[in-house]
């Protein structure tokens, strides 16, 4: 069986760019699962990613059992925290928030998911996780309490993207912040993209097609949008297969 990432790779070596619709358990409601996920099925999303930054216990299995209902797309936990990860997923982004200084979302928080993840089939996909700047304080910043890297700090945000591959990252996601409200400059994602030779994932802020291209064009493999789809799903009728 093909896994996850081994087909973020096959993608990315043949340049077929990736959609992750991102669903955040805390705003998604049960009842309006059925008609929302039918758009997906129907755009060029190739990925679901749930997660967000709060999410009380049992949300998040809950809509993800409901969600598998209606699509074959494979479902990847994106978790603000250890109580979000659960065996109905089928693999989870074991995230590394490496553009802080925060102990617990650098090491704290994986050794406590350890004893939830070993009961588990689920895909663990370790990815390093930078939030870079956008103007505004995201919801990241405040729950993690980490300064994202400001957007002119480019080689810092290109050192700290390669260390992470260095350590043995699988992925790089650069993150503006969920509403963000100017999404990732593609000089900064071709850069991030030169410098490495994982899959690099991009989100944050992105709620034009204009925006999702100019991203792929930029380098991102992989391009994560939320909000744009939970405020308006008419969005999915400019994505459609
Ligand atoms: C947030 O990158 C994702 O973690 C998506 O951001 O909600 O702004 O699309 P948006």
Redesign the pocket.
Known sequence: MNSIYQNIITSTLKIEKLLAV?I?PDKMKLEAVSSFISKVNQSIATHI?V?GSEVDEGVTETLIVEIKKHTELPIVL?PGDVIQITNKADGILFLSLISGRNPEYLIGKHVEAVSKLKGTNLEIIPTGYLLIENGKETS?ERVSQTKPIKRSQIQTILNTAKAGELLGMKLI?I??????SH?IEPEIISKVKEELNIPLI??????SKVELESAYKAGADLV???????KDVSFFDNLRK
């Open positions: 991102l955040d990613f997660g994106f990241v996601y993150e503006a912040g969920s509403g963000a999404s991009v989100g944050g802020g992105i709620r994560v949008i939320g909000t744009a789809f939970e």
